[in-house]
């Protein structure tokens, strides 16, 4: 619930419960943001280990052949 929900719903809250509120969304969107950049960056990562073993694959069979 954000602050505009919270204050149609108890038009007379407390600027300390207001604020309280402001607070939880803002933390709670940095969280957000740094879960998905961590989230990109281990999807990257896995990627990168992807390409290796391919390359890795195709470097035994030059070697073989």
């Given amino acids: ?3 505009h ?3 149609k ?3 007379n809250a407390r600027p300390s419960t ?3 509120l402001e607070r939880r969304a803002e933390k709670t969107e940095q969280l957000r943001s740094e879960l ?3 989230s990109d ?3 990257r990562m ?3 280990s992807e390409r290796e073993t391919v ?3 195709l470097i035994r069979k030059l070697r073989r052949a």
Avoid: C, I, T, W
């Fill in 1 to 3: 619930m954000n602050v």
């Fill in 5 to 7: 929900e919270h204050l």
């Fill in 9 to 11: 719903r108890y038009p």
């Fill in 18 to 20: 207001l604020l309280y």
């Fill in 36 to 38: 998905d950049a961590a």
């Fill in 41 to 43: 960056r281990r999807s």
């Fill in 46 to 48: 896995l990627a990168d």
């Fill in 55 to 57: 390359l890795a694959r």
